[in-house]
Antibody, heavy 121, light 109 residues
Framework: EVQLVESGGGLVQPGGSLGLSCAVS????????MTWVRQAPGKGLEWLSY????????YYADSVKGRFTISRDNAKNSLYLQMNSLRVEDTGVYYC??????????????WGQGILVTVSS | SSELTQDPTVSVALGQTVKITCQGD??????ATWYQQQPGQAPVLVMY???NRPSGIPDRFSGSSSGNTASLTITGAQAEDEADYYC????????????FGPGTRVTVL
């Protein structure tokens, strides 16, 4: 059974930092591209960041570039998102997602249950 | 970044057919991918590529594309199809890798 389990969410003040983790099982993590997607309360989905199988290729949405850092540890079957300089508008549910695009259209076939991040004073 | 546009809401009578559309310049070069999201749940992939359904997605879901418009059609809509539907594609402008449409809320009457 495929499982993606996010952790590390919670309440943080504006300007603060938070690190998310995603523990993966049920598929070959080191052969999988990965992505983070978030959803603000009552809003739509927003793609945030992508990382290639080896971690050598990384992309970010303009909204988080320079503040968020995606990384992975293939030995631990884990994906990470370090979030710095957090803003109120970063509040939302963050999803860890397997990306099977392989250079073509996005194909997010497995999603975690999501973890809530609240940025508020 | 490139934008994808979707109608905010559509409604369909139980058992009838509904087409959900997604428009954007990037769709002239890339297929759209479609996700269904039920309230309080994570999104689920329902359509990708030219017209491909993941295992477990009913065959009442179909996809098509023409020019700058991609469509997801539900033929014989069921009550459980009431959900938000998002399209997704690559960002042709290259400003970022991927972009989502704003979503369409489908109501089954």
């Amino acid at each position: 059974e495929v499982q993606l389990v996010e952790s590390g969410g919670g309440l943080v003040q504006p300007g603060g930092s938070l690190g998310l983790s995603c523990a993966v099982s049920g598929f070959t993590f080191n052969n999988s591209e990965m992505t983070w997607v978030r959803q603000a309360p009552g809003k739509g989905l927003e793609w945030l960041s992508y990382i290639s199988r080896s971690g050598s290729t990384i992309y970010y949405a303009d909204s988080v570039k320079g503040r968020f850092t995606i990384s992975r540890d293939n030995a631990k079957n884990s994906l990470y998102l370090q979030m710095n300089s957090l803003r109120v508008e970063d509040t939302g549910v963050y999803y860890c997602v397997r990306d099977r695009s392989d250079g073509y259209e996005p194909l997010f076939d497995h999603w975690g249950q999501g973890i809530l991040v609240t940025v508020s004073s | 970044s490139s934008e994808l546009t979707q109608d905010p809401t559509v409604s369909v009578a139980l058992g009838q057919t509904v087409k959900i559309t997604c428009q954007g310049d990037s769709l002239r070069s890339y297929y759209a991918t479609w996700y269904q999201q039920q309230p309080g749940q994570a999104p689920v992939l329902v359509m990708y590529g030219e017209n491909n359904r993941p295992s477990g997605i009913p065959d009442r879901f179909s996809g098509s594309s023409s020019g700058n418009t991609a469509s997801l059609t539900i033929t014989g809509a069921q009550a459980e199809d009431e959900a938000d539907y998002y399209c997704n594609s690559r960002d042709k402008s290259g400003a970022q890798l991927y972009v989502f449409g704003p979503g369409t809320r489908v109501t089954v009457l």
